[in-house]
């Protein structure tokens, strides 16, 4: 999927969730857009998981096994994780969004949930994720697709 078209598939549902979370739909877009590769990943592909959600202990729903690469002492290493697989991109962005506030570790993310640079910031610095560049990448796709206009119409 080209990023327009990934871009104009997913909008809308991350205007919706940010009208009721507010998360900005800016940071959805651009975190599945990184995630999925522009839902060319494998787990995007075969579990509509946009935003690499791992199946923790809580999740009681169906599974993929995929191997994942993380960044752990100062290097890139494969894992094997189970990933929690959704029926379609909206079940994906409203278990994203249950994700964050079931999660007490995401508390201090809330609170900036508005701002989409403070947030992934507060979510990097939660634990999210092991990309040291993760927040530079997030930014960098905001920027270069011109996401905060659907932060705008979210408002």
């Known amino acids: 999927m080209t990023p327009t078209q990934f871009i104009n598939a997913i909008a809308p549902a991350a205007v919706a969730s940010a009208r009721i979370t507010g998360i900005a739909a800016s940071f959805v877009i651009a975190q599945g857009a ?11 592909l075969s ?11 809580s999740w009681h729903g169906p599974t993929v096994a995929l191997d994942t690469d993380e960044f752990i002492n100062h290097a890139w290493v494969k894992v094997h994780a189970q990933w929690r697989k959704y029926p379609n991109w909206q079940a994906c962005l409203d278990d994203h969004a249950r994700f964050f506030f079931d999660n007490p570790r995401y508390a201090d993310a809330l609170k ?16 999210y994720c092991t990309d040291p ?10 920027k270069v697709h011109d996401l905060t ?3 705008k119409v979210a408002a």
């Not at 579990?47 to 202990?57: Q, R, T, Y």
């Not at 900036?112 to 979510?123: E, Q, S, T």
């Open 149 to 151: 206009q659907y932060d």
């Open 47 to 57: 579990a509509s998981n946009l935003f690499g959600v791992k199946a923790d202990p």
């Open 133 to 142: 560049d993760y927040l530079a990448k997030i930014a960098c796709v905001i």
């Open 34 to 44: 990184l995630e999925s590769g522009w839902d060319d990943s494998i787990l995007g």
């Open 112 to 127: 900036v949930r508005g701002d989409p640079l403070a947030f992934a910031a507060a979510i990097v610095k939660a634990g």
